[in-house]
């Protein structure tokens, strides 16, 4: 009986720590015959060094919708190729491997909100790693609203190079946006906001009622 | 007030003699008369004049300023403000206006990497609205919003770290709906939309 106690705690110390995490957060949460495949799915992402939270997210979003198992499977699956697309880009980029997860996730997002890859690319090759993330959502922003992409990225990138900082790019593309609202065509909109840089309008600060009533969620995760 | 006979007046001033009053008048006039000559006599001990007393009182040296300062708080002064009513109720309606709007709850303290995100949904029918994302591990009825003066919109304040989110609502416990104000959706590879947020840092 020692010995079977013995070879079980050997065998699931074994285990990588991702693989041991991952089991106890999708138990409950997801149906039962799709965890297996979704375990090993996130083994792969984990020995091929990609970021395995998106997966879990996924996975764990499917069982809050009450998606069928093996959709689930599927979504994560085509998570875990989004996430290996965004890894090869990185590195066409001119990134050295290993890939950060972040940076990976962070062009996995970019794909997944529309942004054809080659622009994408251009970003991530102009931009320096602090700032990328928020500087591809404001330029996926921009595409949202039917901006043309080469414009939209070319406007971000002078406006990293102008010197805004980190977190106001995304107020650069809230102004081109605003200059739209105001009757200016897309590519009118664009050499306004560039002309102005590197000011541009302060964002809204939030409200003290907003501040005061505000919650803390029970176990908030890091992005 | 009791009023003393005159005839006492005329003994008391030598105007009459002691045994020419009634018999009933002669306790009263030997009274006024010891107390007379009480009055008179010249107070026990040695007789210290004005003159003497008030030069005893310049010679005497002046307190030190630690005594003067203990004798000017421990005296009762008496202040009177002269205040117009209307004045002393302004004044009492802005104290109670502060009190109101800066003592109350002053939320979470905020660390340096996290921002707040707002969420607000206006769903006119429903009885409950839920936020579920990538920031609570996607688990329904975490974080509720509140519709307060119940007119439909619903809305909830959040303390997340800062980055990006996923997010959907979900009313009355079983519709999944985006957040149609929300301005970045990204499929959700389920058939439906996801709203993203993105999360600043509160102190930049």
Known sequence: ?223 | MSVIDPRIHQVLDGELAAEAVPAELRPAVAQLAAAAELLAAPPPGPVVSLESRVMAEIRRPAPSRARRMMRWLVTPYAIILRVRPAWSVAFAAVVAALTLFTAGDQGPELAEHEGIAQFVGRFPDAQSVHVVGTFNDWRPGSIALEDQDHDGVWRASVVLPAGTYEYMFVVDGERWVPDHLAERLVADDFGRENSIVIVRPARR
């Open chain 1, 1 to 223: 009986m020692t010995r079977w106690v013995g070879l079980a705690l050997s065998a699931f110390l074994a285990l990588p720590l991702p693989a041991q995490s991952v089991r106890g957060r999708l138990e409950g949460r997801i149906p039962s015959t799709a965890i297996p495949a979704v375990d090993s799915l996130i083994q792969f992402a984990s020995q091929e060094g990609l970021p395995t939270e998106p997966l879990i997210q996924k996975a764990l979003e499917g069982g809050a919708k009450h998606v069928a198992g093996p959709r689930i499977v599927a979504a994560v699956q085509l998570s875990l190729g989004q996430l290996r697309d965004a890894r090869d880009l990185l590195v066409r980029a001119g990134d050295q491997p290993p890939v950060l997860p972040a940076e990976m996730t962070t062009v996995a997002w970019a794909l997944r909100r529309g942004l054809p890859a080659p622009v994408v690319e251009r970003v991530v090759a102009a931009v320096p790693r602090p700032p990328r993330a928020t500087a591809l959502h404001a330029v996926a922003d921009l595409v949202a609203h039917r901006f043309d992409p080469d414009s939209a990225a070319q406007l971000i990138i002078d406006a990293v190079r102008a010197g805004v900082p980190r977190e106001r790019l995304l107020d650069v593309s809230t102004a081109a946006l605003q200059q739209v609202q105001r009757g200016h065509t897309q590519a009118e909109a664009l050499a306004i906001v560039r002309q102005q840089l590197p000011n541009v309008p302060a964002p809204a600060r939030p409200t003290r009622g907003n501040v005061a009533g505000a919650r803390r969620p029970a176990a908030p995760v890091p992005p």
